[in-house]
């Protein structure tokens, strides 16, 4: 698997960047999960994901308390574009305003 690199832009996690060899355990499972799910982070995918604040809440609490605490992975970021140069990838994800996951919405 190469290097991957993610850098977000707007919503939560607007300015962030996680990569695959990071020294943090969280961070490197997190691109390489973004990675999987976005099928190598081909662009046009998108994949919803928690708030900063709601992650906290779940490493702190667990995730049956973040549950019950109104925490969903809600916010969308689709893939706008990915560069790969030698053994490295870098993929830009921009935050989707206003959309809604089908399965939180009200009937």
Sequence with gaps: M??????????????KTVCSDSPDPREA???????????????????WT???AGLETIDTEGAEIASGSGFRANHLYR??????EGDEVLIRAQFEP???RPDLAKP
Excluded: N, Q, V, W
């Design 2 to 15: 190469p290097k991957i690199i993610f850098d977000f832009s707007g919503g939560c996690m607007d300015g």
């Design 29 to 47: 499972k997190e691109a390489r999960d973004f990675y999987t799910i976005t099928e190598d982070g081909a662009e046009g995918r998108g994949f």
């Design 50 to 52: 928690f708030s900063p």
């Design 79 to 84: 893939i706008t574009d990915r560069l790969a």
């Design 98 to 100: 206003g959309t809604i």
